[in-house]
């Protein structure tokens, strides 16, 4: 037989302050709740895992931490909806019991008032129906809004309806008008509201909450305060909701909030409290078999004890509540966190494009960082990256031995005097052998042919796509890398063609690399002659063709300087060349548009 406790108002409120419920445990479960939703799909949500927080965070209501502790933390110290007249400590419990078998609109009734059950009042939580007011300590002012009719498009849009504020004098000043929050407000608001939700869902796993049992500190519930110490609860954990069968998924029934909160009071409302025994009936004209497992469970309790559970303070039974109510209520919970993110476009999309990203330049010699970039995709990632080395781009050497397409049967090949060691056939996509979203490429020295690289990915829901290909120029040693093989030692370009063998280098000459490299739509080359004497600096594209005659005429010792403009060309891979009779080599620059 339930005993009702009546205390004088003033009293009930002065012994508040004596005794505070530990929030510790609902921040807990909040925290487990979202470790077995990560569990479930695999991978976190950033989103959510970003606004989840720790123990013990929570002073202030609505404050700027946005994070769902807050809101599991501030639900046992201020009631967002307002229906606990404004009391804080102990009374804002009020709005947090339900006995399921008396109905979904069923009050609880206490010094005198109704009040919304804690299912109703999540389900204003979430499409409206209250004045939400949110504080602003630092200027003593109160917003007010209505709240929104569904928290989830809030959520995604932000339009909610200003009705005003509240001065520091307790004044209304009305605004009344729609208002698009910005993402910080909706932030402020919505992931504390949710962890209210939370809370009132964690609530159901208190046998007190659901049998309308109110016990004040002079009647301490034996469960409640058994369960509130952190060597307790913190022996439940996401991986005993694993093994009790995972996160309960509610997003197939027609009402997703009933469906996680309902089974959890049933299974939480067989065991007793100091004033109300348990029961294995279904009232509230549903059936157990609405609720998928519900009656497995109730059957399982039923068998375990051979009838209804015993009196209520025996460890054995104490520990075997906590197994069977604080389990379901993880999983029910994790359930609610999938059941918001799934509403709000947050969980994992199968994967949708590959973007590949790094270094389009690399120094012979030197090592090359590529990285992939995903749209969507769910865990578990695979990546197989490929490279294709490009037949006759790339390779250092002159022009006449371009247009004749000298050698290009053996390029590849390791051939007496030629540079070219060990290399990869051209052409041809080759795996690298390597299942990482990175990319790393030591780069041989010798060969400077350009290549191109791509990554094909494939997502835990087996949607595989194919990145782009991703060009990258290979330029000769800048001069403080220079390899001096057939070269100058100030980093001037390796002449490998044996026709031009015989030509007199002479370190007097210079040619330096364009500046800037990459560039759009212009780049200035500089050059130093050494004795007077005709000069010809050309551009030519990577076929070998002229494109522009930069200089052609007598030139004076000096330094020079020049501007090629390529505004009336196509992005690519571009060869200069600067010839003086007694001295010729080339560089590459890279258009980009």
């Known amino acids: 037989m339930k005993k009702i406790f009546v205390f004088g108002l003033l009293f009930t409120f002065l012994i508040s302050t004596l005794y505070a419920h530990g929030e510790g445990v609902h921040q807990h479960m909040v925290r487990e709740a979202y470790k077995l939703l990560k569990y479930y799909i695999g991978q976190d949500i950033r989103e959510m895992m970003d606004h989840v927080g720790y123990n013990q965070e929570g002073n202030g209501q609505f404050n700027p931490g946005n994070l769902m502790v807050i809101g599991a933390y501030q639900e046992d110290h201020s009631d967002a909806t307002n229906e606990s007249y404004g009391f ?9 019991f339900w006995e399921p078998d008396q109905g979904d609109n069923s009050t609880f009734y206490y010094l005198g008032n109704n009040y919304s059950n804690a299912y109703q009042k999540a389900r204003k939580y979430i499409y409206g129906g209250y004045e939400l ?23 995604k849009d932000g339009v909610i309806y200003y009705k005003g504020y509240y001065n520091i004098l307790g004044q209304f000043i009305p605004r009344n008008r ?50 509130d110490n952190p060597s307790i609860y913190n022996q439940w954990t996401y991986q005993s909701a694993i093994v009790d069968g995972g996160l309960i998924n509610p997003s197939q029934s027609s009402n997703p909030l009933k469906h996680l909160f309902y089974p959890t009071a049933q299974i939480t ?77 947050l969980l994992p999309q199968p994967l949708v494009n590959v973007y590949l990203m790094g270094d389009f330049i690399l120094y012979a010699g030197g090592i090359g960082d590529w990285y992939v970039r995903l749209d969507n995709g769910i865990n578990p990632f695979a990546y197989s990256w490929q490279i294709m080395y490009l037949d006759g781009v790339g390779y250092l050497q002159t022009f006449e031995s371009i247009k004749k397409e000298k050698e290009k049967k053996d390029k590849d090949k390791k051939k007496d005097g030629d540079v070219i060691i060990d290399a990869a056939p051209s052409n041809e996509c080759v795996p690298v052998g390597t299942n990482s979203p990175y990319f790393s490429k030591p780069h041989n020295p010798y060969d400077l042919r350009d290549f191109k690289l791509r990554c094909v990915v494939t997502d835990g829901s087996n949607t595989t796509k194919t990145s782009n290909e991703f060009y990258v120029d290979v330029v000769s040693y800048p001069p403080e890398f220079s ?21 007199s280098i002479s370190n007097s000459y210079t040619l330096n690399q364009n500046y800037p490299n990459p560039f759009n739509p212009t780049t200035r080359i500089s050059y130093s002659v050494p004795e007077a004497g005709f000069v010809s600096v050309k551009v030519f594209d990577i076929l070998g063709r002229e494109v522009s005659n930069l200089v052609n005429e007598q030139k004076q010792v000096g330094n020079y300087e020049i501007e090629f403009d390529a505004s009336g060309l196509p992005s690519g891979t571009y060869i200069y060349k600067i010839d003086s009779g007694k001295y010729q080599t080339i560089k590459k620059m890279l258009l980009v548009k």
């Open 483 to 503: 390899i001096g093989l057939n070269g100058d030692n100030q980093g001037n370009l390796l002449l490998l063609e044996k026709e031009i063998e015989e030509v």
């Open 269 to 345: 409302g067989f065991f007793n409290t100091f004033d109300v025994d348990g029961n294995n009936v279904c009232g509230n004209n549903d059936s157990f078999s609405m609720y998928p497992g519900l009656s497995a469970k109730i059957t399982e309790l039923t068998n375990f004890y051979g009838g209804i559970a015993p009196t209520k303070n025996y460890a054995v039974a104490l520990e075997y509540c906590a197994n069977q109510t604080f389990t379901y209520g993880i999983r029910a919970m994790a359930g609610l966190l999938y059941w918001f993110a799934k509403e709000c476009n």
């Open 133 to 155: 007011r949110v504080p602003y300590p630092e200027n003593g002012i109160i917003e007010a809004y209505t709240a929104p009719p569904n928290l989830f498009q809030f959520y």
């Open 178 to 227: 729609w208002h698009i929050a910005s993402i910080t407000f909706r932030n402020k608001v919505v992931w504390e509201i949710f962890g209210r939700i939370c809370h009132l869902l964690g609530d159901m796993t208190v046998p007190a909450h659901v049998h309308n049992d109110p016990h004040p500190p002079t009647d301490l519930d034996t469960y409640e305060s058994w369960m």
């Open 88 to 96: 804080s400590g102990w009374l804002v419990s009020n709005t947090h």
